[in-house]
């Protein structure tokens, strides 16, 4: 489910309603107000950070994390080594033995 809100644009000189779904970064402006970034383009807003604060601010749980974060090679071969040119030999242990 997308979550709309309505901002008055600084570019446009009226209220815009956009998707945060689509926001990847807010930063606030010096002069005031905020820019709302997205992949391919920044949309300057008169609205404060603040108002974009009460968004951010959410508990996000391991179990989430792991949803968008796709499982990593859990151990490297020895081929995996050689083709990076490191050594098993010359990766510390942590206290195992060799």
Same mark, same amino acid.
């Given at each position: 489910?997308? =979550?709309?809100?309505?901002?008055?644009?600084?570019? &446009?000189?009226? *209220?815009?309603? @956009?998707?945060?779904? +689509?926001?990847?970064?807010? /930063? *606030?402006?010096?002069?005031?107000?905020?820019?709302?970034?997205?992949?391919?383009?920044?949309?300057?807003?008169?609205? +404060?950070?603040? =108002?974009? #604060?009460?968004?951010?601010?959410?508990?996000?749980?391991?179990?989430?994390?792991? #949803?968008?974060? *796709?499982? /990593? &090679?859990?151990?490297?071969? #020895?081929?995996?080594?050689?083709?990076?040119?490191?050594?098993?030999?010359? @990766? *510390?242990? =942590?206290?195992? #033995?060799?």
């Amino acid at each position: 489910m997308s =979550l709309f809100v309505e901002v008055t644009s600084l570019d &446009k000189n009226c *209220p815009v309603i @956009i998707n945060l779904e +689509h926001i990847t970064e807010i /930063a *606030p402006m010096k002069d005031g107000g905020c820019a709302l970034i997205t992949d391919k383009n920044v949309i300057r807003v008169a609205d +404060h950070y603040e =108002l974009f #604060k009460q968004f951010a601010m959410q508990t996000v749980t391991a179990e989430d994390i792991a #949803k968008k974060f *796709p499982k /990593a &090679k859990a151990e490297k071969t #020895k081929e995996d080594a050689e083709r990076l040119g490191v050594s098993f030999d010359d @990766i *510390p242990t =942590l206290g195992k #033995k060799k």
